[in-house]
């Protein structure tokens, strides 16, 4: 069985800080999923920030490049970010 996971800002971020690089992932789980919404996150406001430029050089990562439809609870109660990185799971478990 594949180890996966579907991964938000927060916690790539923190990663960063810790680590200086994201490469722990690589060696835990078989398949990292950044959604649409946490790469538009990642890559948005000051590409020069070091966070966003280890972001971009992991080419490992799965970079989600659209948004995808959103379950209305989720939509309603959370934040774009959080919402699609649940809807993901969801979509790649069931």
């Known amino acids: 069985m594949r180890k996966m996971i579907v991964i938000n800002t927060g916690p790539l971020i923190t990663l960063m800080a810790g680590f200086g690089d994201l490469s722990i992932l690589q060696k835990i789980y078989d398949k990292v999923i950044v959604p649409y919404e946490v790469t538009k996150e990642m890559s948005a406001e000051d590409t020069d920030r070091f966070d966003a430029k280890a972001f971009t050089r992991n080419k490992w990562l799965?970079?989600?490049e659209k948004s995808i439809d959103i379950a209305p609870f989720l939509a309603n109660t959370l934040d774009k970010g959080e919402a699609n990185v649940i809807q993901t799971?969801?979509?790649?478990?069931?």
């Open 62 to 64: 799965d970079k989600r």
């Open 89 to 94: 799971a969801l979509n790649e478990t069931y």
